[in-house]
């Protein structure tokens, strides 16, 4: 089974209110995140802590199943401590990516699975025009490594400590937009 762990828990104090909830293309950002992720992965789990209530709202008929992060003010390791914490033993995969970037192709999730399963990499990243983003898959073996991670930083750290073990889908695009402000929002939906 392939698990996507969708991380949107964050305070979104750049944004000045709840980013998740707001519309792109006339749905929440955080739907698009969770729609694409259900479209390639077996089970979806959803991250909240910040406004929590208003988030599990947008995804109110999804089949996404939520975890609380209380502590999702220490940064964003927490989230993927908590997400880890809720696999069960069936998950052999996780596929990560963020509530606040709407853009992360279902295609591009399938690609990373697909290459997951026949590199046998333990970690499988995306780079866009040669930078890295999201999604990221992570192999069970890796998972006692994300349950130790601490601080604001994702999973970076990870990926770094042994480039070996990281396979790469190379895109020719750039890293699909994120939104952290008002202004990442308009440029988004205006198309820019």
Request: aromatic share 4%.
């Amino acid at each position: 089974m392939i698990a996507g762990l969708l991380l949107a828990a964050g305070g979104a104090t750049r944004f000045g209110s709840q980013k998740l909830i707001a519309p792109f293309n006339g749905t929440p950002l955080v739907r698009q995140a969770a729609d694409a992720l259900a479209r390639a992965t077996d089970a979806v789990i959803v991250v909240v802590g910040n406004d929590a209530t208003a988030v599990r709202d947008a995804l109110r008929d999804s089949q996404a199943r939520f975890v609380e992060n209380s502590d999702w003010a220490t940064g964003l390791a927490s989230s993927l401590r908590c997400g880890v914490a809720a696999l069960g033993p069936e998950v052999e995969a996780v596929v990560v990516a963020l509530g606040d970037q709407p853009g992360i192709d279902s295609a591009v999730i399938r690609e990373v699975v697909e290459i997951w399963r026949k590199a046998q990499s333990p970690i499988v990243a995306t780079r866009y025009a040669g930078v890295r983003g999201h999604p990221v898959l992570f192999d069970r073996a890796v998972f006692g490594e994300l349950a130790g991670l601490t601080g604001d930083v994702g999973a970076k750290p990870i990926l770094d400590r042994s480039l070996d073990r990281v396979a790469y889908l190379d895109l020719a695009v750039a890293v699909p937009r994120d939104v952290d402000t008002r202004r990442d929002l308009d440029v988004l939906n205006s198309g820019a």
